[in-house]
């Protein structure tokens, strides 16, 4: 069974970066779509980014495009989001997330979790 940890997450300014990483214990990445999400007090979760294992695409949440990236070592097993020009509304605890398959935007389907890293930036 794959386990995920993220690290990364702390308080920026508005307009500033900040690279959260997320690493697996247990078994590999191997086969599997690697994707983050975040979560504000009182929303639902949401897509931010993924990275395909099938096709080694990527996608992105349109609120994050052009500001955030996606990247993976699948060698090392890990999964980085470089987040640049951060705004308050990016504030929000950011979960790791894999499962079995391609990309897909719906937390539903994903079947392993991280215990999710805050995210604050301050206006």
């Known amino acids: 069974q794959v386990q995920l940890i993220e690290s990364g997450g702390g308080l920026v300014q508005t307009g500033g970066s900040m690279r959260l990483s997320c690493t697996a214990s247990?078994?590999?990445?191997?086969?599997?779509?690697l994707a983050w999400f975040r979560q504000a007090p009182g929303t639902e979760r949401e897509f931010v980014a993924a990275?395909?294992?099938?096709?080694?695409?990527?996608e992105y949440a349109n609120s994050v495009k052009g500001r955030f990236t996606i990247s993976r070592d699948n060698a090392q097993n890990m999964v980085y989001l470089e987040m640049n020009t951060l705004k308050p509304d990016d504030t929000a605890v950011y979960y790791c997330?894999?499962?079995?398959?391609?990309?897909?935007?719906?937390?539903?389907?994903?079947?392993?979790w991280g215990q999710g890293t805050q995210v604050t930036v301050s206006s």
């Open positions: 997330a894999a499962r079995r398959g391609g990309i897909n935007v719906f937390p539903n389907y994903y079947d392993v």
């Open positions: 247990g078994r590999t990445f191997d086969s599997r779509t």
């Open positions: 990275s395909g294992w099938i096709r080694d695409d990527s």
